[in-house]
């Protein structure tokens, strides 16, 4: 009968297991030097090794030369408990044994001597999953076991042991193996079952075990049943739903080109293959992350899990953003990935999440805005031209970095209109202003409402039951019409002569050394550009090193 890749590779001994070096030098020296602990926790994510070690364990506590760090794997007991047949090497599945009644089956064998072997093994796979009351029953055996009894509880979520187990036990933490360490593994098994593949096709098919042997090792066993005994690398993508940087090249493309049309009929032609909007977007999260540790780290880093030549095609499309741009797209790839995992439309939101890119793409740095800001706009790069929909496009033109796609549309100009004459009237130019913008009933307060002009700032005295059709909006949109729409005003309500226009308002007399610290501080060119800007009024001026 046909055995899988996984369990026909399987380690048999410590030299054989991928990475955990920590694990393995801690556990050979236990072993040599006979300090065997009676509880032990391997924890780590799927796959890494956590079960296969403790069955090594197991046959270096009981193999007949031992205990010894290299069992002899041709006795008897080295090929049971190698079989899964030992009688004194139990292993107990708790996601289906983890009531209270198997763990108090299991503290009745556990008084026994072993049948035939040194040590007693209970191999406890998934022990997260034991009740509490299970772990209670079990918590005085664990502390006290007898001598020739060893526990080896394996769990992927540690942190769901509980702290009474976890202190009476030893606890190693298996970590994900290195991408470029299954690589060799997998090459060496291909090799020994006579199957032609690549670098590309082997980089495929570790990215689809995330760092973990079992999941690599399925995997490959899928692409041979797919494609013989030559793997293309093509074929065993589309096998497991993976995209290549060819198929995540169109959203690059889309977005140094502000193409919207083009995103749109990317989303079309996945929902067409029945491909997965979650899956979809979960890979470009991933991609567009690699983007970003491509720009930072460069192409040689070992932070990217990717072949040679992707880690080139990575560099030259991250050469074509920013490192602001990358991060911006990362995090909204991110925030779409988690909405489509609650969506009733997912197709709407992927549309959305990748327009979304597209207009971060065209956001302006707040220097660069404030830069732009009654001047000249400083030069920035021209978009180029949209790619065609769908098709393998060309090469685009690298972005400046931390510019907009787009140039910000430049504010108006400031109408710089010459200073008023105090002998204008402005009680009638203000009144007929607002009847030509339809003010009719500013107007008419106008009409009884003073106007006055001191030291060049424009003071309107009005009565006070005119408060509510008479303010800064409706004398602002006058001001603009006659021509001065930054010239400073003040709005007061109160008693008003009606034979005239009130008079002027006079300010309180200051010292004559606050008059010239003001007059300095009013005169300077970055003050007076930005009152030209953006208007208001200067209430107080203070020498900051004189309080």
Request: charged content about 25%; hydrophobic content about 40%.
């Amino acid at each position: 009968m046909y055995q899988v890749i996984a369990r026909k590779y399987r380690p048999q001994t410590f030299d054989d297991v991928l990475n955990q070096d920590h694990i393995k030098t801690t556990l050979r020296n236990a072993i040599a030097q006979n300090r065997i602990a009676h509880g032990y926790i391997f924890s780590g994510q799927r796959g890494t090794g956590k079960t296969t070690t403790a069955r090594i364990v197991a046959l270096c506590l009981n193999c007949e030369k031992g205990p010894t760090d290299k069992p002899c794997g041709v006795c008897a007991s080295c090929v049971e408990i190698a079989a899964g047949g030992a009688v004194d090497v139990i292993e107990i599945d708790a996601a289906s044994n983890r009531g209270i009644n198997e763990m108090r089956e299991l503290r009745e064998n556990v008084r026994y001597h072993p049948a035939r072997d040194r040590y007693k093994v209970f191999i406890i796979d998934e022990a997260h999953q034991i009740t509490s009351e299970a772990f209670n029953a079990l918590l005085k055996t664990i502390e006290e076991p007898p001598e020739w009894a060893v526990f080896i509880l394996c769990t992927t979520e540690s942190h769901k042991i509980p702290a009474t187990i976890a202190s009476r036990c030893q606890h190693f933490s298996f970590r994900s193996v290195d991408f470029h360490d299954l690589i060799d593994r997998m090459r060496e098994i291909c090799v020994q079952e006579g199957i032609e593949t690549d670098d590309e096709t082997l980089a495929v098919l570790a990215q689809a075990g995330e760092g973990s042997v079992r999941d690599s090792l399925s995997a490959l066993d899928q692409a041979i049943a797919c494609c013989g005994n030559k793997l293309d690398a093509a074929q065993v993508r589309a096998l497991l739903g993976a995209f290549g940087l060819d198929a995540m090249a169109q959203v690059t493309t889309a977005l140094s080109a502000q193409d919207g049309s083009a995103m749109l009929a990317l989303v079309d032609e996945l929902e067409r293959n029945g491909g997965s909007p979650q899956h979809f977007s979960r890979e470009l999260s991933r991609y567009v992350r690699n983007l970003l540790v491509t720009k930072i780290s460069g192409e040689s880093s070992r932070l990217v899990t990717a072949s040679v030549a992707e880690k080139k095609e990575l560099a030259r499309i991250g050469a074509m953003f920013s490192e602001e741009d990358l991060t911006r797209y990362l995090q909204l790839s991110l925030d779409l990935f988690r909405d489509l995992q609650f969506s009733m439309q997912p197709r709407f939101h992927l549309e959305i999440g990748l327009l979304k890119m597209i207009q971060a793409g065209r956001l302006v740095a707040i220097e660069e805005a404030l830069a732009n800001l009654g001047g000249e706009p400083r030069a920035v790069a021209a978009p180029p031209a949209p790619a065609p929909k769908m098709a393998a496009a060309p090469p685009v033109a690298p972005r400046t970095a931390a510019l907009p796609q787009r140039p910000p549309t430049p504010p108006a100009p400031v109408v710089a209109a010459a200073p008023p004459s105090a002998d204008d009237d402005w009680r009638e130019k203000l009144q007929s202003a607002m009847i030509k913008a339809g003010l009719q009933f500013s107007a008419d307060a106008m009409a009884q409402a003073g106007a006055a002009l001191v030291n060049n700032e424009l003071i309107v005295t009005a009565p006070k039951q005119f408060q509510l059709d008479l303010g800064r909006e409706e004398i602002l949109t006058a001001l603009k019409q006659i021509g001065y729409p930054a010239l400073r005003f003040k709005v007061v309500f109160g008693d008003v002569n009606s034979e005239g226009p009130a008079p002027a308002v006079k300010p309180a007399p200051k010292p004559a050394a606050q008059d010239a610290v003001t007059e300095r501080a009013l005169g300077h060119p970055e003050v007076r550009r930005y009152r030209d800007l953006f208007g208001g009024e200067v209430r107080n001026v203070r020498n900051l090193k004189e309080s």
